[in-house]
């Protein structure tokens, strides 16, 4: 016997006597069943919230290292440039020290780069670090080396 409950998982019922479809057994209906395997009992509504996305420090640690990859950046070369940030931020790639850089030519331009602090400072030249990592922005006055990777 196949029964549809009208008030709602029985409520107000006997349910002794009602089958459930998929599970053969005495008590509920299959759109009621409890059952996890019971393919009645799960929602065919596709979800529309997004699932949040998880990532652990490895996979960050993963993507950094792909990007600097990327960029031709690989052990040695790394670590004799020591410390980059990487700053969604940055408009250009930004280093205080020319000495790291090669083909350095002074820099044409006008524009200057504002700091944090909402002031400006010059850049006075623009190199290359590797042949994919060039035009790179040099100003004496940085305190850090920057990756830009937003703009």
Same mark, same amino acid.
Request: net charge positive; glycine share 8%.
């Given at each position: 016997?196949?029964?549809?409950?009208?008030?709602?998982?029985?409520? &107000?019922?006997?349910m +002794?006597? *009602?089958q459930?479809y998929?599970?053969k057994?005495?008590?509920?209906? %299959?759109? @009621?069943?409890?059952?996890?395997?019971?393919?009645?009992?799960i929602?065919?509504?596709?979800?529309t919230?997004?699932?949040?996305?998880?990532?652990t420090?490895?996979?960050?640690?993963q993507?950094?290292?792909?990007?600097?990859?990327?960029? &031709?950046?690989?052990? +040695?070369? *790394?670590?004799?440039s020591?410390?980059?940030?990487?700053?969604?931020? %940055?408009? @250009?790639?930004?280093?205080?020290?020319s000495?790291?850089?090669?083909?350095?030519?002074?820099?044409?331009?006008?524009?200057?780069?504002?700091?944090a602090?909402?002031?400006?400072?010059?850049?006075t030249k623009?190199?290359?670090?590797?042949?994919?990592?060039?035009?790179?922005?040099?100003?004496?006055?940085?305190?850090?080396?920057?990756?830009?990777?937003?703009?």
């Amino acid at each position: 016997m196949v029964a549809f409950a009208a008030q709602g998982k029985g409520k &107000g019922r006997d349910m +002794n006597n *009602i089958q459930c479809y998929s599970r053969k057994e005495y008590g509920h209906i %299959a759109a @009621n069943c409890g059952k996890k395997f019971c393919n009645y009992s799960i929602s065919t509504t596709p979800s529309t919230a997004a699932e949040p996305v998880v990532l652990t420090p490895e996979m960050v640690q993963q993507m950094i290292v792909s990007a600097f990859f990327a960029l &031709g950046l690989q052990g +040695n070369d *790394i670590a004799s440039s020591q410390f980059w940030l990487v700053d969604s931020a %940055a408009s @250009n790639h930004m280093t205080n020290l020319s000495s790291m850089l090669k083909n350095v030519r002074k820099y044409q331009g006008s524009t200057e780069i504002q700091i944090a602090n909402g002031s400006n400072i010059p850049i006075t030249k623009v190199g290359d670090f590797t042949p994919s990592f060039k035009n790179i922005f040099v100003s004496p006055k940085l305190s850090t080396k920057l990756i830009s990777v937003g703009a």
